[in-house]
């Protein structure tokens, strides 16, 4: 297992001008997650469903909701918060 390191921490800030930019104050990090497994093994594209992803090199935020992840598969992508 790598040692542990500290995370790459980014400011985000977004413009649809390219001038004129949210003062939000929000952080973008990451480390470069490495994912063991993903629990369970099969879902349901059309209900809601639980999953478990086992790994390092993830951040724990300060709120859960602002957990996403994008799954990609061959019928297009799946979006999960929380």
Not at 29 to 55: A, E
Request: net charge positive; glycine share 8%; hydrophobic share 35%.
């Amino acid at each position: 297992m790598p040692a542990y390191t500290k995370p790459d921490v980014l400011p985000i800030e977004i413009s649809f001008n390219g001038v004129d930019f949210t003062n939000s104050k929000l952080n973008y990090g990451y480390f470069d997650p490495f994912i063991i497994r993903v629990t369970p093994v099969l879902i349901s594209s059309t209900t809601q469903s639980r999953l478990k992803i086992h790994g390092f090199g993830f951040i724990q935020p300060d709120n859960l909701s602002d957990i996403k992840v994008k799954f990609t598969s061959a019928k297009g992508d799946i979006n999960c918060n929380g």
